[in-house]
C-alpha cells in the first residue's frame, strides 16, 4: 500500500522548490505566493489525484506530482481571494495571518492571480510532455475552476451573504465552490492513468459524494471544530451571516449525511477491481478528521 | 489586403457572444465579465495575433479568432485588477465607469479571476483541437502573462509608486507589464501559423519593438493625450507618482524613441517575404494614434 505522508512530502518539497530563488525586481511575489504555498495545507486534492493515478499505474505516481500540485496551486489561490477584505475578510488561515495582512491586499490579488496562471504554465508544460491525455485532464481542472465551477460558487456564496439561501442555492454553492476541484483531482488522476470511460465514471460519482461529504464536514468543524487545531476562527459562517447544511438541517442530520455520503464513497471504490485501500484509508480519515 | 475593421468585428462578435446567455445562480458574473469585455478596447493585441497568422495563412485568418480572444480576455481581466482600489484605484476606463464601481469589489476581483480561467479554457479547447502549435502557443502566452511576464511587471510598478524609479526598473515594468502580452500576440500568431524559427525570431524582434513603442506613446497621451478621447483621467501617472520614460528623459526624446521604434519594426516587416501591408498599417496606426 502506497504511504500517503510519502505522497504529501514530495507535494511539499515540490512545490517549496518551484517558487524557490525566483525572481530579480519582482522577487517578493514568489515571497508572497511561497508563504501561503507552504504554510502546511492537508494537500488533500493533490494526493486524490495521486492515489486515483496509482491505482491504474502502481509505482510510477511520482511522475504525475507536478500536475498534481498545479491543482493545489488553484486551490491556493482561491484561498487567497476569498480571504481578501472585499471577500471573507479573513485574518487567520492555517494558524498564520492571511495573505494580504502580510504582503498588503495589492500583492494578494497579484499572487493569486500568479498561482492561477503558473498552474496553467505547469499545466501546459505537463502536457507538452506526456501528451494528449495530460490536455484533456487540464481541460477538466480548468473547467471545474472556472465561472462554472469554483468561482461560480464563490460568486453565489457571496451573493447569498446576509440572505437565507434555499437548499438548491446552497447545493449550488457547495458543489462549486468546494466539490468541483476535489471531484477535478481525482478525474485528473484518472485520465491521465489512461483509465476507461466506465472507470472514470464510477469515480467520477465518488468525487462527487466525496467532496459534498468534505464540505459538509468542514460545516460541522466550523461549529464543533476546535480553532487551535483548525487554524482559523471558528463560527465563521455563523458571523458572516452563512446559512449552511447546518442551519438548515441541524448537526444531527448532517453528520448522518455525512457518514451515509462515505459510505456510498466506499461501496463505489470496492466495485473497482484494483487496490483501493490507499483511496479507502484517505476517504474514512476526511470524516474522522478535527481539522 | 485584409481589412483590420473586419478582424475587430469579428473578435467583439467572437467575445460578445462567448459569454452571452450564460449562467444561473451565478448569472451576475457573465454580465460583469461581458461589462469589462465589451466597454469597447481597441482589440490591437488578437489583431495582432490574427495579422501575424493571416501574414502565412492567407485567407484563413477566421480560424485563428478563438484562440486571439483568450489573449484579449488576458488583457481585459489585467485591466479589472489593476484598476482595484488596492491597486492603480482607478474609476474611469474606456469612458464607462471601472467594473468595480458598476459590480462591487469582490465581483471585479471574481470576474478577473473568471477572465483569466475562461482563456486557458478557450486555449486548452483549441488546442485539443488543433493539437501541437496552439499547444506551444499557449505556452508562450501563459508566460508571458504569469509572474516572470505580465504580473511582474504590475508587481514591480506597484513597488516602484512613490519612488524615483532607475532606468532599469523602469525597462523592466514596461517590458513586463505591456510588452510581453504584446511579444506573445504576435508570436502566437506565427507559432500557430506554423512559421519557421527564423522567421519567429524576425517577428519576435518586431513584437519588442512594437511593445516598447506602445508603452512609451502611452505615456505620451497620459500627458498629452484628450481625456474624452481616451476614455480615461490624463495625468494618472503624475497623480499616482509614477516614474515613466516621460519623466526620466522628457517628452522630446520619447517622441524620437518612439519614430525610431517603429522603423524598427517596419525593416523587420519588410524583411519578410511575404505580404505585411496590414501589420505594417497597424504599426503606423499605433505610433500616430490620439488614443
Not at 1 to 11: C, G, H, Q, R, S
Not at 135 to 144: E, F, N, R
Not at 187 to 214: K, M
Request: with cysteine; aromatic share 8%.
Amino acid at each position: 500500500m502506497i504511504n500517503i505522508e510519502e505522497i504529501k512530502l514530495a507535494i511539499d518539497n515540490y512545490l517549496k522548490e518551484y517558487f524557490q530563488d525566483k525572481g530579480t525586481y519582482n522577487k517578493v511575489i514568489y515571497d508572497s505566493i511561497s508563504y501561503s504555498l507552504n504554510v502546511g495545507g492537508k494537500r488533500i486534492r493533490p494526493i486524490l489525484t495521486v492515489l486515483t493515478y496509482e491505482l491504474f499505474n502502481p509505482k510510477e505516481w511520482k511522475k504525475v506530482i507536478p500536475f498534481a500540485c498545479a491543482i493545489e496551486m488553484i486551490h491556493t489561490y482561491s484561498l487567497i481571494h476569498d480571504d481578501l477584505p472585499c471577500m471573507d475578510n479573513d485574518d487567520l488561515r492555517r494558524g498564520k495571518p492571511t495573505n494580504h495582512k502580510v504582503f498588503g491586499e495589492a500583492m494578494a490579488v497579484l499572487s493569486g492571480d500568479g498561482l492561477l496562471n503558473e498552474a496553467f504554465n505547469l499545466m501546459t508544460l505537463y502536457a507538452l510532455k506526456e501528451g494528449i491525455n495530460a490536455l484533456k485532464a487540464m481541460q477538466v481542472v480548468g473547467i471545474s475552476a472556472g465561472c462554472q465551477g469554483m468561482i461560480g460558487g464563490q460568486v453565489v456564496d457571496i451573493l447569498n451573504e446576509n440572505k437565507k439561501s434555499t437548499f438548491e442555492e446552497l447545493n449550488y454553492i457547495h458543489s462549486k465552490k468546494t466539490g468541483e476541484l476535489i471531484k477535478a483531482s481525482i478525474l485528473a488522476g484518472a485520465i491521465l492513468s489512461g483509465a476507461s470511460s466506465q472507470e472514470i465514471a464510477i469515480l467520477e460519482r465518488f468525487g462527487e459524494n466525496l467532496g459534498l461529504a468534505f464540505q459538509i464536514k468542514d460545516d460541522i468543524l466550523d461549529v464543533e471544530g476546535n480553532a487551535l487545531l483548525l487554524g482559523k476562527n471558528t463560527n465563521s459562517d455563523l458571523n458572516n451571516h452563512k446559512y449552511t447544511y447546518i442551519s438548515l438541517f441541524g448537526m444531527e442530520k448532517c453528520k448522518a449525511k455525512c457518514v451515509d455520503l462515505t459510505n456510498q464513497c466506499i461501496e463505489d471504490l470496492t466495485s473497482l477491481k484494483y487496490d483501493t485501500s490507499s483511496l479507502l484509508n484517505l476517504t474514512n480519515y476526511l470524516l474522522e478528521r478535527n481539522y
